[in-house]
């Protein structure tokens, strides 16, 4: 396994490097960074979700035991959501950013970095466990997570807002739910329809994975300073967080691949949706971007060694 997800992980730091030096060609730029962004995330994800409910939940049985399942994300998510309040009051981190710091340690990037890393890893019979978690990280960062951003400027905020409800049915979740119609009803779709759909979740993981070096390649790291809360935020990003998940899984009655993956997106950097949030919450963006942007570069030299330490130590 080890060797697999060297390998795996290698092959999507080549896609990256792509995009970080084609970000620099003036016939790229931001226009080429924010087309690959809006394919992936409009697009190639949304494709991909239906594409994989179809082909790995041919069954409403098996839908429905994905589903039973949901429960179990959105309890790991939470614990680590009172993990980071808690550290957010034992460190001090001051108002304006608490809500960036809770956010980077509990929400991961699920969409744009998780799914082709566990697609990479463990292949697409992977994709239903990363499905679930996906949504309960979507639906809890469009709720508390934007509610933790909101309170931050210090205006008086509900915790659930119709504004965030609407960002929760964003175009994965759309995707999804197509995906489930089709099985529910028990549509066989035409070849007509179903190659092209095959082709274009093709394109999920070298778009995704471009996109991300674009952000690698614009983001300026000369002028980033490695405060507190930053280097906080990387210990429990990358250390506390993993351990703490780690205990988590071993200790769910759940198979051993939801347990890896699990672990896997658990351990993914922030949110890209942090830094558009704090801008629009009133919250210390500059830090949300600078988090964006270390926390995704970090995580490529992390990824390998949790995959060696759960392989080694024979952790799930």
Same mark, same amino acid.
């Given at each position: ?19 970080f ?9 931001k226009?080429?960074?924010? $087309? ?9 994800i ?6 994989n ?36 009051r ?8 608490r ?21 990479s890893?463990f ?16 639906i ?6 934007v509610y ?17 409800v ?10 999804? $739910? ?7 009803l ?22 995704a994975?471009?996109?991300?070096g ?16 930053l ?19 071993m200790? $769910?009655?759940?198979d051993?691949?939801m ?12 949110m ?17 971007s ?17 995959m ?9």
């Amino acid at each position: 396994m080890v060797f697999q997800a060297v390998q795996s992980v290698l092959s999507l730091l080549i896609l990256i490097a792509i995009g970080f030096f084609v970000t620099k060609k003036p016939w790229f730029g931001k226009a080429g960074s924010d $087309l690959f962004s809006k394919f992936t995330v409009k697009v190639a994800i949304p494709v991909y979700m239906t594409y994989n409910v179809i082909t790995t939940c041919e069954t409403k049985d098996k839908l429905f035991e994905l589903f039973r399942s949901l429960p179990i994300p959105f309890a790991t998510i939470l614990l680590s959501l009172l993990l980071g309040l808690l550290l957010a009051r034992v460190f001090k981190v001051e108002q304006k950013r608490r809500g960036v710091f809770i956010n980077a340690v509990t929400f991961s990037n699920t969409v744009i970095i998780g799914f082709p890393v566990i697609s990479s890893l463990f292949g697409d019979e992977a994709t239903p466990d990363g499905m679930i978690y996906y949504m309960a990280n979507t639906i809890l960062f469009w709720t508390i997570g934007v509610y933790l951003l909101r309170r931050d400027s210090g205006e008086n905020v509900k915790l659930v807002s119709w504004e965030g409800v609407k960002k929760i049915f964003s175009p994965p979740i759309i995707g999804f $739910l197509i995906g489930m119609v089709i099985v529910l009803l028990n549509i066989e779709l035409p070849e007509f329809i179903f190659t092209p759909l095959e082709m274009l979740k093709q394109t999920t993981t070298p778009m995704a994975m471009i996109f991300i070096g674009s952000i690698i390649s614009n983001a300026d790291f000369k002028s980033m300073k490695l405060t507190k809360d930053l280097a906080l935020i990387l210990v429990v990003r990358f250390i506390v967080s993993p351990i703490f998940m780690a205990m988590i899984c071993m200790l $769910l009655p759940i198979d051993q691949m939801m347990k890896q993956v699990f672990f896997v997106l658990a351990t993914m950097p922030a949110m890209t949706q942090l830094g558009i949030m704090s801008k629009e919450s009133d919250s210390d963006y500059e830090f949300a971007s600078v988090v964006v942007a270390v926390t995704t570069t970090v995580s490529m030299v992390a990824i390998p060694i949790y995959m060696y330490i759960i392989s080694a130590f024979q952790l799930f």
